[in-house]
Nanobody
Framework: QVQLVESGGGLVQAGGSLRLSCAAS????????MGWFRQAPGKEREFVTF?????YYADSVKGRFTISRDNAKNTVYLQMNSLKPEDTAVYYC???????????????????WGQGTQVTVSS
């Protein structure tokens, strides 16, 4: 069993930056692929990025967002730069068993989810 807890969300002006953290409990964190998703009001949950054997980004965040992980701290991060109002959403981290070399785009493939953290970007 893995529990995920996100933090770092908040209100930021357009062009600003935020760093989200996702702390994982449980064992063998390094063997899990980690993803970030987001969900805006009235919209479906949207893939943002995945880190497994390699890293994938949604086109909408490529060049602005960076995923990283510190296995010693059981934590994955999402550095978000040049934020836009359209980045406003609840951001979720998720874990899937195995370090896949393909991107895991579908939320249904993930085994564990955090509770989400709100990111609001004002114009």
């Amino acid at each position: 069993q893995v529990q995920l807890v996100e933090s770092g969300g908040g209100l930021v002006q357009a062009g600003g930056s935020l760093r989200l953290s996702c702390a994982a409990s449980g064992r063998a964190f390094s063997t899990y692929g980690m993803g970030w998703f987001r969900q805006a009001p009235g919209k479906e949950r949207e893939f943002v990025t995945f880190m497994g054997g390699t890293i994938y980004y949604a086109d909408s965040v490529k060049g602005r967002f960076t995923i990283s992980r510190d296995n010693a701290k059981n934590t994955v991060y999402l550095q978000m730069n040049s934020l836009k109002p359209e980045d406003t959403a609840v951001y979720y981290c998720a874990a899937v068993r195995g370090l896949y070399y393909r991107a895991i785009y579908s939320p249904d493939e993930y085994d564990y989810w955090g509770q989400g953290t709100q990111v609001t970007v004002s114009s």
